[in-house]
């Protein structure tokens, strides 16, 4: 199993960014998949997740209304839509998955596959 982020970078506070976790090995559309951040110092934090099958999705508080978490199962990837970025959203960010795991919220010490992360730097 193996998954790839991309699409991270640096962008202005207002602007957005798409970041994709492309998989190979496993079928997204059957597994919750996560993503999570990490800023220097800080712990891990939960961002989005979305179940598998029926896609019900769920989000951190902070990202609410600015982010968006989607899948296309033809692509075996899932995005995150970030709008409105902050300087706070700085952050490498991550996607995970499990097969033991359908429905989120899934903690992230429970997910055994990590993609390497993409850099998110938000900053004028």
């Not at 090995?25 to 951040?37: K, N, P, V």
């Not at 199962?73 to 959203?89: C, F, G, H, I, R």
Request: hydrophobic content about 30%; glycine content about 12%.
């Amino acid at each position: 199993v193996q998954l790839v982020e991309s699409g991270g970078g640096l962008v202005q506070p207002g602007g957005s960014l798409r970041l994709s976790c492309a998989a190979s090995g496993i079928t997204l559309d059957y597994y919750a998949i996560g993503w999570f951040r990490q800023a220097p110092g800080k712990e891990r934090e939960g961002v989005s997740c979305i179940n598998g099958i029926n896609g019900d999705t769920d989000y951190a508080d902070s990202v609410k209304g600015r982010f968006t978490i989607s899948r296309d199962n033809a692509e075996n990837t899932v995005y995150l839509q970030m709008n409105s970025l902050k300087p706070e959203d700085t952050a490498v960010y991550y996607c995970a998955t499990d097969p033991r795991y359908s429905r989120c919220p899934v903690p992230w010490y429970e997910y055994t596959y990590w993609g390497q992360g993409t850099q998110v730097t938000v900053s004028s």
